[in-house]
């Protein structure tokens, strides 16, 4: 008993280990420490804009406008004078905000939608399944469009149609996981012990479906980031003058001859974040595939 103990000990707890294997997987994989530098500093940007930057995103300076990169406006400026850089530093918490915050409302309804439904089957996978199917013959920028249009712009409508978007895909990446872990011996064995099934499906079944669910979401975070910037162009995203990186790369589109830099950044800034999301999404699925 002893002996079992201090094994128990040697292998360490279950955070532990992941501890260990994370801290294995950044000295072997450079690409994923560049990935998670890159997340870090979009989080501190999101938290603490004012860290980052002492100028006002929305300040208008018309004898200072279309200015270019300079030691006092590092990304230049727009049309009106306002700061190009300050105006993408408060706007990564508008635009990383609202698509985290849409994937998180997908992944949630989503999800649970396809867990019933993979577990139980029958009547509410039949169901579920054709719902799913309608909105998923939709093209994502399409239908972003069409939901955008209908309930209007802002934060809350530009989620919610987001988050409408995509929930077919957690929907049924969740269903597929569910029927594979119902067909399992332990579930089996669970109902023999006397388990309840919504017992068993929380309390067994979720715990293996949530790292699809995981994956998935960091595979769909750079695509929703493109819909979302896609959105913020057509003018279907936050109103003005609320910085949105989506409505500065607009905002550049008549100015792109003679004043390049008004629509260059803020395509770095979307295409930096979704390089960074797409190597700490990699990095997470080889963790879980060894797992």
Not at 64 to 75: D, I, M, R
Not at 181 to 195: F, I, K, M, S
Request: aromatic share 10%; glycine share 12%; hydrophobic share 55%.
């Amino acid at each position: 008993m002893t002996d079992m103990c201090a094994d128990r000990e040697a292998a360490g707890t279950p955070c532990s280990r992941w501890a260990r294997r994370f801290g294995r997987s950044l000295r072997r994989h450079p690409e994923m420490a560049f990935g998670f530098a890159i997340i870090a500093v979009l989080l501190a940007m999101v938290a603490v804009p004012g860290a980052f930057t002492a100028r006002s995103p929305i300040a208008i300076d018309v004898a200072k406008g279309l200015q270019p990169p300079s030691a006092e406006h590092w990304f230049g400026t727009d049309d009106i004078g306002r700061d190009i850089y300050a105006r993408l530093v408060y706007g990564a918490r508008v635009t990383l905000g609202t698509v985290a915050g849409a994937l998180a409302l997908s992944a949630l309804f989503g999800g649970l939608c396809g867990l019933i439904a993979g577990y139980f089957g029958r009547w509410t996978d039949l169901v579920g399944g054709r719902l799913v199917d309608v909105v998923l013959s939709f093209p994502p920028i399409i239908l972003g469009v069409v939901i955008t249009g209908i309930l209007g712009t802002g934060v809350g409508n530009l989620m919610l149609a987001l988050s409408l978007v995509y929930l077919p895909v957690f929907y049924r990446i969740a269903r597929s996981g569910a029927i594979a872990e119902a067909a399992c011996t332990y579930v089996e064995a669970a109902r023999a012990l006397g388990y309840g099934e919504a017992r068993i499906l929380f309390g067994h079944v979720l715990r293996n479906v949530v790292p699809l669910v995981l994956v998935q979401y960091m595979i769909l975070f750079p695509l929703a980031l493109q819909i979302q910037a896609a959105l913020g162009f057509l003018g279907l995203g936050v109103p003005p003058p609320t910085p949105d990186w989506g409505a500065v790369l607009e905002q550049g589109k008549n100015y792109l001859m003679f004043a390049p830099w008004i629509s260059l950044f803020p395509g770095l800034f979307i295409l930096v974040s979704a390089l960074g999301v797409i190597l700490v999404g990699r990095a997470v699925q080889r963790m879980i595939d060894t797992a």
